[in-house]
């Protein structure tokens, strides 16, 4: 089984910031994609970045060149700072990993808690 601990969300003014972290735990023989959704009241569950093990990023274009997604490896753990936040950032944000749990077997999907992010004045 793996566990992920989602934290760093919080209520900030328009234009702050806020840094998320997500910290997998378990029986993780390697871990491939690290991303980060966001699902607002009432919307459907989108994709907000992506990291690869090798450290490749995509982002969604609403957030683009606002958030930096990143990850420490030997902390099992990804980040997502966002900058710039805007009201409409308001939402649930989850992650979610892809890993392996043994050397030879198939990869498994595990989602977090979710974590409560507010933009508001």
């Known amino acids: 089984q793996v566990q992920l601990v989602e934290s760093g969300g919080g209520l900030v003014q328009p234009g702050g910031s806020l840094k998320l972290s997500c910290a997998a735990s378990g029986s993780i023989v390697n871990i491939y994609n690290m991303e980060w959704y966001r699902q607002a009241p009432g919307q459907q569950r989108e994709l907000v970045a992506v990291?690869?093990?090798?450290?490749?990023?995509n982002y969604a274009d609403s957030v683009k060149g606002r958030v930096t997604m990143s990850r420490d490896n030997a902390k099992n753990t990804a980040y997502l700072q966002m900058n710039s936040l805007k009201p409409e950032d308001t939402a649930v944000y989850y992650c979610?990993?892809?890993?392996?749990?043994?050397?030879?077997?198939?990869?498994?999907?595990?989602w977090g808690q979710g974590t409560q992010v507010t933009v508001s004045s």
């Open positions: 990291i690869s093990n090798g450290g490749r990023t």
């Open positions: 979610r990993v892809i890993v392996r749990t043994t050397t030879s077997g198939p990869t498994y999907s595990y």
